[in-house]
């Protein structure tokens, strides 16, 4: 059988395997009686869309969020009143809707960005995060085994001991220090985002970010429900996946620019979900490509070597605000420092954080390979106005935001 036979056998495969996987998971009423170990590797929260693109480019083509279009609001009016020092216009908030990210706004000094740079090394980054007590790594292979084509793709234990480290140490460290959870409850940030997504605000996440010298960026990419966690369910869950119900910041601890990893954006690629492409380059680096368990992700499905794009200057202590559903990533670092940042993502409070199942019963990260990794000390945090829906379990801040600290 010739090579060019084998790829075409791979790809009817996998897509005649992702069929019955696709059929199965409809089935909702037969799934309690399925092994375990095949519900896991049903594509329960795919939708058609998703579910025709991967069949039939054979694992060719593949959604790494949940597929839909953003609807545009009727009108670009702030949604609720602010403070006049943290005031967007409408023409601020037109530009947001029509490219998907806003900013530079000033946040704290560049003396304070280096403290909280110097602090995150010292105090925070040295100790092991209260969410990272409890997960189980798995040795090999891709959680859910039916959603992906098998690749040759591999890992290097540096890199794979590098991920472990990240995620033991700078995911959600908000819930472990007020120092921090003071920074990102900043009225400066919250007051902002407010207005683009809504009165009431919940933080649901956090990590810090190192781009060594001379260290590659992060592949183009883009988030939505974060299905991407776990291949098969979103972790968000909104009442309309196509209406705007997430935000990130992005804070600069060092200066940010084109040739020392800061970030870059695709304008209006918001818009809409586009699926990636997997590769089958084996390599024991990560080069830019968004690796998952054994399968490496290249190229979004979208002309982005001619689409306009722009690289995201900030100061020391400045933060923009996007989107995630923006087509995103960040330059290679040409130079001989560090670039250092911290971003933090809100929703609001009608949007279910991480399933009633992963809650209870842990939670896979296809990233890592986690398996089992318990949620059991994770919280959202409400940051502003009020939780009149009580879908997500509240983190209770033992203080009030130091803002004068900050300022």
Sequence with gaps: MSQTDTSIRFDWIYSLRLAFLYGLAKLTFIHSVLP??????LPTGWNNKMFWTAFSSGGKSLYYDY?????QPQNYRPKTAVEPQY?????DIQFFHENGYLGPFDLISPDEAEGMRQYLIDSVMSTKSSQAQNYQLKKSGYVSQGLLPKTE???SDDLREYKI????TSINRHLDDEKLLDLMSHPAVVERCAQLLGPDLLLWRSGFFKVDPHGKGTGFHQNSAWLNQNARDPIINPPRFDELFQLTCWVALTEAREDNGGMIVVPGTQKEIYPLKPTKEKTDESGGLMLHGNSYFRDVDYPIDSAKKVSVKLKPGQFFIFCERV?????????????????FR????????????????GHKD???????YSLDNWGAVLVRGEDNFGYNRLFKRTSRPKVEQLR
């Design 366 to 372: 296809t990233f890592l390979n986690l398996e089992n």
């Design 67 to 71: 597929y839909c279009k953003l609807k």
């Design 87 to 91: 005031q967007l216009t409408e023409q």
């Design 153 to 155: 793709s591999s890992q």
């Design 36 to 41: 375990k170990k095949l519900t896991e590797q």
């Design 346 to 361: 809100f929703v609001r409070p009608d949007t279910r954080v991480f399933t009633k199942k992963m809650l209870e019963q």
């Design 165 to 168: 480290k990240r995620f033991e």
């Design 327 to 343: 087509i995103h990533g960040s330059n290679d670092n040409i130079t001989d420092a560090a670039r250092w940042a911290v971003n």
